[in-house]
């Protein structure tokens, strides 16, 4: 028996709060299953509450929007506990919303929210917020005191949308909210907030219908940021990822023909990038070593784009031992003395087993880089022949051991040493370090 009282018990109060009330012009307001002080509080309050209501509902359908506010504010002020509090909330917001204010109406279904969260029409509320930041996106403009038009407000709208995202994260509405977000972020230059809303809804909504399109406005804005060749490539590379993982989670999207041409446009710069840092090393610091390392990364690339065509164009060049035209610096004070060691050599040893800064490029076109490499010194042989001092500036590293020779025989030129003022290292010490 017990149990059954408290069973009784807890369906009554579950009933109590799924309980909606519901407005007939017959009828006025009534819940659902009956009105009883159960929902509504103490009869007397519940009739002064329900009377409240119904002259509140009369006067907005009449149109008098001010009296119908004064009489909703009346209910969930004074009878805030019940359940026409929330109730006349709502209808508040529908009466400002009309009148467009809506920074007032998306405060009224704010507290709805937070302060009854258990409200039959949650859904509604937050459509009801949605419907007022498309509003606001679309450029309405808010009326002061529903009378004096005010600004447009974009980012009141952005706001609205983010408060939907944290309210109902599990809604239809979230993911919309976000793409709307980065829609109105990227229209009013702020890549980063378009950025930040389309990584959340691609991390947080994978199976969303948006997806796609958010991955497609990502690689747009990213593509948006790039400035050309001449400029940092971070940008270039972020939209050729997003592209890229486009083509592999959607490839039957009816837009998969526009995303590979953006990407090939992409690649394209960014192979365009390399094709200036190896004509920068070419034509204006007489390091044609370096201009082959950077002329075949443009290969690799996008091995299809006219930059590649113009970077094995340069290479047949140097390999032909075609010097790059005279610039008027070069008529003034002469040209770069070519270097013998190459800044470049020495950060990377330039081997067979590490081909692969070539990779995707012609074997033949490496071949050469390496042909042209055996002309200099290995960065890494030692430098000076025994019996010379050799300054600590020149300290020889360790030799690979198929390219080592007796002491005393090395075929490289003799090169004098730099005169510093360092102790030599003596005699003793000359030769690889083991």
Not at 66 to 73: D, E, F, I, R, W
Request: charged share 25%; with cysteine; net charge negative.
């Amino acid at each position: 028996m017990r149990h059954k009282i408290i069973l009784v018990s807890f369906l009554i109060c579950s009933n109590a709060l799924l309980a909606d009330l519901v407005w007939t012009p017959e009828t006025g307001w009534k819940a659902e299953g009956g009105l009883t002080e159960r929902f509504l509080g103490e009869e007397i309050t519940a009739r002064h509450g329900l009377d409240a209501m119904n002259l509140a509902k009369e006067e907005q359908e009449k149109g008098n929007d001010l009296a119908a506010l004064n009489l909703y504010k009346k209910v969930y002020t004074e009878y805030s506990t019940s359940l026409l509090a929330p109730e006349a909330l709502y209808q508040s917001s529908i009466i400002l919303k009309n009148r467009h204010q809506f920074a007032e109406a998306f405060k009224k279904l704010q507290l709805i929210i937070t302060r009854y969260p258990e409200y039959p029409k949650f859904n509604q509320v937050i459509e009801e917020e949605f419907e007022i930041a498309s509003l606001l996106q679309k450029g309405r403009r808010p009326y002061y005191w529903g009378i004096i038009p005010g600004f447009r407000d974009y980012d009141a709208a952005i706001e609205y949308f983010e408060s939907i995202v944290t309210n109902a994260p599990f809604s239809k509405y979230a993911p919309m909210a976000l793409m709307n977000i980065a829609v109105l972020a990227q229209e009013h230059k702020k890549p980063e907030d378009s950025i930040d809303a389309l990584d959340r809804l691609i991390n947080d909504y994978p199976k969303s219908d948006l997806a796609p399109d958010a991955y497609l406005t990502l690689g747009d804005v990213y593509a948006d940021l790039v400035r050309g060749p001449s400029y940092d490539q971070g940008y270039t590379k972020e939209a050729i990822a997003t592209y890229e993982d486009f083509l592999i989670l959607f490839p039957n999207h009816a837009r998969v023909k526009e995303v590979e041409d953006k990407l090939a446009h992409m690649r394209d710069i960014e192979a365009r990038s390399k094709l200036e840092l190896g004509d920068f090393y070419y034509y204006y610091r007489n390091n044609p070593k370096a201009a082959l390392v950077y002329y075949n990364e443009t290969i690799t690339v996008e091995p299809n784009s006219p930059a590649a065509a113009t970077a094995k164009e340069r290479i047949e060049l140097i390999k032909d031992g075609v010097p790059p035209p005279k610039t008027v610096v070069d008529f003034l004070f002469g040209p770069y003395e070519e270097p013998s060691t190459p800044t470049y050599l020495q950060e990377m040893e330039i081997d067979e087993h590490n081909t692969e800064v070539f990779s995707g490029g012609d074997p033949e076109l490496y071949q050469g880089v390496k042909d042209m490499g055996q002309e200099f010194p290995h960065p890494m042989d030692p430098l000076e022949p025994e019996g010379q001092e050799i300054p600590e500036a020149h300290l020889p590293a360790v030799k690979k051991p198929e390219e080592s020779t007796p002491s005393g025989e090395n075929s490289l030129p003799q090169q004098q040493p730099v005169k510093k003022e360092n102790k030599p290292i003596s005699k003793a010490n000359n030769g690889p370090v083991r």
